[in-house]
Structures are given as structure tokens and as C-alpha cells.
């Protein structure tokens, strides 16, 4: 549980948040001896089965109790948990409070397993949740209880439109508790930002939150220093304190808390100065014409996964021929080589309709997390502007970064942390060794229900489709619903084109039609719709099953493709059978998938082809065994590159601290 009496100075600080020390080898080696011990202390800290008894015994007392005297009770338990921090006997109290609200103002009433998640996230762990347990109503036990102890808390989710619902439908349950609620979306200016973050409760996007935590760094400098920022309370309107927007990082509550603490760790974040330079158009159109003169397996190597270019020997010989005559920054190899090598990454690993669209003439790249556009990013160091080229559209103006920052060193800030995902156990290590946090598996309120009706794995891309319009025709015959899910734009409007062909009737949500999403995703447990959607669109959208549909099995989910990770795989899954409700989903796919055809997928691909030789695909336990091999390649891979990262971003740390530099 918190300590609030040990971190009571820094909640009442200018600017509070946690100095992460530098470890050293002793340090690293003396906590990987005592690490795992301490995991599972953690972990048994949150196992406590008498809980959920004793909210309950709580609950009796309070059930018969006028709103007016719930309020008053809110009242006095605020001031107790002030004073007397987080006990045992304080947190029931306020569980109990918060569940009879809830049952008041929303008209539903936390089971007995959202008990239980509550008091892993206020123990500051990961509450592992089954899709459709109701995460959101679990993280009001633990915003509300923190909340009312005097913690800013911030519920972090993974997009504008998550963050506007779950604070619209939870502010009720606030209210009643005497709490105010924010909610930062993209559209909001700083003012109004500022507001947001001064309330008790915080709800935020991920990407707004870190990105406002950047501005706030380049106005404090990189240290902030409390007592300095106090005294500026004195000076004015015009101080530095009263530029900030947030308050600091106190309490962290993280929705899919893989993919924001994992998986989007891999990028920086980046901060950069408007009004830069417009390239040299010339130079890029020189680049582009000398990659498309270079062979690949020959002049350059690809790897797809990493999305690294490396000229061979004979690729920079042959580069440096073809730049024979040509003067200022072809003179010289290293300029030359970086150049090509970047047009040569715009040419062959960034793809119009997968990693990014052309929307009224312009680049807008395509988050590959969630399937959404984020239109006000770019790549950077001359990606973003040879890809507009390439596209034929104006180019813009090159930012230069102000300052950059890794979630894994963000979120390490917080005093207190904690998360909740539907997928968390197969990062379990990864999240306790970066963050410290524990992953605690909650059991469903229901017995779960979906079935898996398996894998099948065909030679050519042309097979598997055939094959996908065909189980969706079979299964809209049943009369049951499809959610069918793609990895790609591209990947969806070419299923589209087919079923179109097979007169089959279905929508289509990906990156161009992301404004519809939550209700074209809610509409998907209709009886026979086709529901086409790129990655995880609609996550947080509840799917409802009339009657009909239930008795005819529920929605059925089909994978055309793995993904990068089985967690998210998983993901897309969990959109069937939640609370208990029957349903089943399967996977198709083939050999000129992206996962088997980048270089890590290698050793599967040849396994796959000795399958295959009989022209049959592969099926049931092989298919899954053959993709796999490739998947969990690729996972490793991935782990890697963010173990890798967060040291460069330590020692980078290291370097600012010793010039003085902002992040």
C-alpha cells in the first residue's frame, strides 16, 4: 500500500515527482538477486481474500444511509484518510462508499472481482483484466480513494475519445464524493489544460499527458527545484510556476497498460520548434533517384520488423559511381550514404495506406498501436519530408527537436503508479524490471465462454482471402455476427473490394473513418454484420448481443494476420465471449504476411514450406506452432530494442545532466 505519511513532502512540493537514481553495477546486480523475492511479496500483498468481505460488511452499514449523508460521510472519510493515510480499514470503507455511489448515480455496482482489481491498483500493481470486466468502473475505487486522500490523480488512457467517455460517465460517482474531474483532450488549449490538471481527478491521454510534461519541462529547466518554484508563488503572474500546466506526477493509473508501458516504449517523444526550414527539394528528389537505382539483396539490406536500411559494400561502390560528378553534399560518403539511406527507408519500409495516408495532400502517419492518425506528428531527420516527396505532395518545414523524453522514463517519474490491461502476464518480467510493477491476475466474474475454432495457414496471400470471404459468408448465413480484423489500411479495403465481389454486406472502420469508430464497433454484435476493422479499433466499446445472436453462438472474430505480439492478438480476441456471453474466433493467415516475411521470420517461413509442400494449408496445432516461432522472434526482438533504448536514454540522461541541457 501508498506510504502517504513518507511522501507527504514531496505531494505538498511546487512540482512533485520521483528522481529515479542512476544505478551503478553493484546496484543492478544486488537488485536482480532480490528482485524476484520482492515481486512476489508484492504480489501476495495484493492476494488478500478478506477484502472484498470486509467492503462488503462495510456496504451493509452504508446501503440504508440518505444522499446527504453519503455526502457527509464522503466528507469525514476524506479527512481521515488525510490524516491517517491508507489503512486497511480505510481503504473497505471507501470501496464500500464508492460501490454504493456508483449503484446510485451510474445504476451499476462493482462486482466483487472490481473489489479485488481496486485494491491491486492501490497497491500499485497491474490488475491483469479480462476484455469486458469493466476496467473502468474498477479504476474509480482506486482514483476515487486516492483522490480523497489528497493525491492528484491521473487515469491515463489511450485516445481523446476514451478519455472525453470515461470522464463524462464516471463524473457522477466523483461528485457525489465531493471530487472534481478534468478531462485533457488534443483540442484543448493550455488554459483549459491547466484546469483539467488542477482537478482531482485527471482523466488524460497518454501522448497529451507526456507532451504537456515536456512543455512543462522546457519552462522549469531540467531539475526543477521545489523550494525555488515556492518562493516563485510569490512573484507574480508572471513566474514559471504559474506557466506549468500540470502539477506534477502523483498518483498513475495506466488503462492497457502493455501497450502504453511496453509496447510504445520503443519511440521518443519528441518536442520540436516550429518554423524550421523547408528542405532542399533538389537534394531530395537526388536521393530518391539514386535508391531506386540500387537492388535490394545486392546494394542494401532490409529488415522489416526494425526498419533498418544497411548498404552492402557493393551498394557503396556502386552509390558512390552513380555520384560521380555530383557536388556539395554528394562530395563527401557519410552525408551521401545517410541520405540515400533514408529515401531507400521511405521507398521500401514506409507504405502509403499502412504506416501512413494522404489526406488533402499531405503525409498524416497512422499510429500503429491504435489504427488512428496523428495528424499534428512527423518523422523525423528528413524521414517525413522524402516520404512527401515520394508521395508528390509540398514538402514541410524541418523541425528541430527542443526536447525528448522515452515512457519508460516518464512514467518512472511518478511517486505512485499503477495500470490495468487485458494482456499483461507475457510482459509480466519486462514491466516489473523497467517500472517495478507486479502483475496480478484478476479471475473473470463469469466463466468465460469463447471458443477457439483455431488456425490456418495457406501458401499465398490470394489463398487466405479466398478463404476469409468464404468462413464470412458461412458465418452470415448462420446469422452471426463477424469482426473481422486487419493490420492495414491496405488490408481492409482489400477484403472490402472482396466481399464487395461476393455480395456480401459490411463496414469498414479503419484510419479513414476513425471519427465513427465507437459506433460502428458497438453496432458489430448485430445479427449477420460484417464488421471490417484495422488493429485494435473501438478498444473500450462494448459490444452487445441481442438474445438472437447469443443463441446462435455470438460474435465471432477472425484474424487475418498475427500481430507483432500474442498480447495483442489477444486483444482482438477479447471484442468476443466478454462476461461470459458465448462466442469463438479464429485465425487466417499465410505466408506473405509481414510477420513471416521479415527476417526474423526466417527459420518459420522454411518450417512452413515443408507444411505446405502437399498444397494443403496448415492447420489446427502445426499452423499455430509455425506462426508462433515467428511471432515470439519477433517479441524478443522488440524487448530488446526497448532494454536498449532505455539504457541509451540513461546514459543520455547522464550526458544533460553534466551540460546543464533540458531532457
Request: charged fraction near 25%; glycine fraction near 8%; charge should be positive.
Amino acid at each position: 500500500m501508498f506510504d502517504l505519511a513518507r511522501e507527504r513532502t514531496a505531494l505538498h512540493s511546487a512540482y512533485p515527482e520521483r528522481h529515479v537514481p542512476k544505478e551503478g553495477w553493484f546496484d543492478r546486480q544486488g537488485a536482480r538477486l532480490v528482485s524476484s523475492l520482492r515481486r512476489r511479496l508484492r504480489i501476495r500483498q495484493c492476494m488478500k481474500t478478506t477484502i472484498v468481505r470486509q467492503v462488503a460488511e462495510q456496504g451493509l452499514d452504508i446501503r440504508g444511509f440518505s444522499d446527504d449523508q453519503i455526502k457527509q460521510q464522503a466528507k469525514q472519510l476524506r479527512d481521515r484518510l488525510r490524516r491517517d493515510g491508507f489503512s486497511e480499514e480505510l481503504v473497505c470503507r471507501s470501496f464500500a462508499l464508492i460501490r454504493e455511489v456508483a449503484h446510485r448515480r451510474l445504476s451499476q455496482r462493482h462486482h466483487d472481482v472490481q473489489i479485488f482489481g481496486g485494491w491491486v491498483l492501490l497497491n500499485g500493481c497491474i490488475a491483469e483484466m479480462a476484455t469486458g470486466e469493466g476496467k473502468t468502473l474498477t479504476a474509480t475505487l482506486a482514483a476515487a480513494t486516492a483522490a480523497m486522500a489528497g493525491v492528484p490523480v491521473h487515469v491515463i488512457t489511450v485516445n481523446d475519445y476514451l478519455t472525453a467517455r470515461d470522464a463524462r460517465e464516471m463524473k457522477p460517482v466523483y461528485e457525489m464524493l465531493g471530487l472534481t474531474v478534468g478531462a485533457v483532450t488534443h483540442e484543448l488549449d493550455p488554459i483549459r489544460r491547466r484546469g483539467a490538471y488542477h482537478c482531482d481527478v485527471t482523466y488524460c491521454c497518454n501522448k497529451e499527458l507526456a507532451f504537456d510534461y515536456l512543455r512543462d519541462r522546457l519552462v522549469v529547466g531540467r531539475q526543477p527545484n521545489r523550494i525555488q518554484l515556492q518562493l516563485e508563488r510569490l512573484y507574480g503572474d508572471a513566474t514559471r510556476l504559474r506557466q506549468l500546466v500540470l502539477r506534477g506526477l502523483c498518483f498513475g493509473i495506466v488503462d492497457e497498460a502493455d501497450s502504453v508501458l511496453a509496447d510504445e516504449a520503443r519511440v521518443p517523444l519528441i518536442i520540436s520548434g516550429a518554423g524550421g526550414q523547408v528542405p532542399d527539394k533538389h537534394i531530395y528528389e537526388t536521393a530518391l533517384t539514386l535508391a531506386r537505382g540500387l537492388e535490394r539483396g545486392h546494394d542494401f539490406s532490409l529488415d522489416g520488423v526494425e526498419r533498418s536500411i544497411r548498404l552492402t559494400p557493393q551498394g557503396q561502390a556502386r552509390l558512390a559511381k552513380r555520384a560521380q560528378g555530383l557536388t556539395g553534399v554528394w562530395s563527401g560518403p557519410r552525408r551521401r550514404e545517410e541520405l540515400v539511406r533514408q529515401a531507400l527507408t521511405a521507398l521500401h519500409v514506409f507504405h502509403r495506406d499502412v504506416q501512413y495516408l494522404v489526406r488533402d495532400n499531405k503525409v498524416q502517419i497512422v499510429d500503429e498501436y491504435t489504427g488512428r492518425i496523428m495528424g499534428d506528428r512527423s518523422w523525423e531527420h528528413g524521414l517525413h519530408q522524402m516520404i512527401e516527396l515520394k508521395e508528390s505532395c509540398p514538402l514541410t518545414p524541418m523541425n528541430a527537436p527542443l526536447a525528448r523524453m522515452t515512457y519508460q522514463r516518464f512514467f518512472r517519474r511518478y511517486l505512485w503508479l499503477s495500470g490495468m490491461s487485458g494482456t499483461a502476464q507475457e510482459v509480466a518480467g519486462e514491466l516489473w524490471k523497467v517500472y517495478r510493477l507486479a502483475t496480478v491476475t484478476i479471475p473473470t466474474n463469469r466463466p468465460p465462454q469463447r471458443r477457439w475454432m483455431g488456425e490456418r495457414l495457406f501458401a499465398t496471400a490470394e489463398q487466405k482471402w479466398d478463404a476469409v470471404v468464404d468462413r464470412i459468408g458461412e458465418l452470415q448465413g448462420q446469422g452471426r455476427p463477424v469482426l473481422v480484423g486487419t493490420r492495414s489500411v491496405a488490408a481492409s479495403e482489400i477484403l472490402s473490394r472482396r466481399l464487395t465481389g461476393a455480395n456480401i454486406e459490411h463496414v469498414v472502420l479503419n484510419a479513414r473513418q476513425d471519427q465513427q469508430e465507437a459506433s460502428v464497433v458497438a453496432a458489430a454484435g448485430e445479427r449477420g454484420r460484417v464488421t471490417v476493422a484495422t488493429n485494435m479499433a473501438g478498444r473500450g466499446t462494448d459490444i452487445k448481443l441481442p438474445q438472437a445472436v447469443a443463441k446462435a453462438g455470438g460474435l465471432h472474430v477472425l484474424s487475418t494476420e498475427r500481430y507483432d505480439a500474442k498480447r495483442i492478438d489477444r486483444q482482438l480476441y477479447g471484442r468476443t465471449g466478454r462476461q461470459g456471453e458465448p462466442g469463438s474466433y479464429e485465425t487466417v493467415t499465410s505466408l506473405e504476411d509481414d510477420l513471416l516475411t521479415a527476417a526474423h521470420g526466417r527459420t518459420a517461413r522454411w518450417v512452413a514450406r515443408l507444411l505446405l509442400a502437399s498444397g494443403k494449408p496448415v492447420e489446427g496445432w502445426a499452423a499455430t506452432f509455425v506462426v508462433g516461432l515467428a511471432q515470439r522472434s519477433v517479441e524478443r526482438m522488440h524487448a530488446r530494442v526497448r532494454r536498449d533504448l532505455l539504457q541509451h536514454e540513461d546514459q543520455l540522461e547522464t550526458t544533460l545532466a553534466f551540460s546543464g541541457r533540458v531532457e
